[in-house]
T-cell receptor, first 113, second 111 residues
Framework: SQKIEQNSEALNIQEGKTATLTCNYT??????LQWYRQDPGRGPVFLLL?????KEKRKERLKVTFDTTLKQSLFHITASQPADSATYLC????????????FGQGTTLQVKP | NAGVTQTPKFQVLKTGQSMTLQCAQD?????MYWYRQDPGMGLRLIYY???????DKGEVPNGYNVSRLNKREFSLRLESAAPSQTSVYFC??????????FGPGTRLTVL
């Protein structure tokens, strides 16, 4: 079955460093991948979408890559700040064109001052 | 522009009780979704509605029913609540650019 996997262990980094989160998918080839941010007690908030024909996408300090050979997406936050501390969810398109998303478990990022 | 709103924010039920979770969006989106989020499980799709008048099952539909009342509103009903349905429930709507907008969630505890 289609599966999205993220590192369930929390990622702790020092302020100013680059955080890199990984998302791997198996058993299918999604047309796009998305990244969401979720703060405690709140709903996920969309950050970036990258399509299969795009290698890289940037938005301010965020960068996402999509490697269809490795079946992997990397999410980078450069010059990280304590305010970037949150859980980051990777999601991919499901098998049909209904807009259904398959979510990973999320990776919690903690940026220490 | 409120985006996606959900009511209630918190609810405690006893086993066997029923309740309806309400969701509304003001972005004129066609598609709407109900998810549940449990620790270590990520978001799992319960039901979705691709357009007004249509609904379909997601990954974990058992024990739930939905109604797409109109383009704005999509409700989720628990007919006979069970402790296994203790979770955080999120409603979302989808834009034409494939991104989803989530509500603030309903935290449900079934005793």
């Amino acid at each position: 079955s289609q599966k999205i996997e993220q590192n369930s262990e929390a990622l702790n980094i020092q302020e100013g460093k680059t955080a890199t989160l990984t998302c791997n998918y198996t058993n299918y080839s999604p047309a796009y991948l998305q990244w969401y941010r979720q703060d405690p007690g709140r709903g996920p908030v969309f950050l970036l979408l990258i399509r299969e024909n795009e290698k890289e996408k940037r938005k301010e300090r965020l960068k996402v890559t999509f490697d269809t050979t490795l079946k992997q997406s990397l999410f980078h936050i450069t010059a990280s700040q304590p305010a970037d501390s949150a859980t980051y969810l990777c999601a991919s398109q499901g098998s049909s064109n209904t807009g259904k998303l398959i979510f990973g478990q999320g990776t919690t990022l903690q940026v220490k001052p | 522009n409120a985006g996606v709103t959900q009511t209630p924010k918190f609810q405690v039920l006893k086993t066997g009780q029923s309740m309806t979770l309400q969701c509304a969006q003001d972005m004129n989106h066609n598609s709407m979704y109900w998810y549940r989020q449990d620790p270590g499980m990520g978001l799992r799709l319960i039901y979705y509605s691709a357009s007004e008048g249509t609904t379909d099952k997601g990954e974990v539909p058992n024990g739930y029913n939905v109604s797409r009342l109109n383009k704005r509103e999509f409700s989720l009903r628990l007919e006979s609540a069970a402790p296994s349905q203790t979770s955080v429930y999120f409603c979302a709507s989808r834009s034409g650019r494939d991104t989803q907008y989530f509500g603030p969630g309903t935290r449900l505890t079934v005793l």
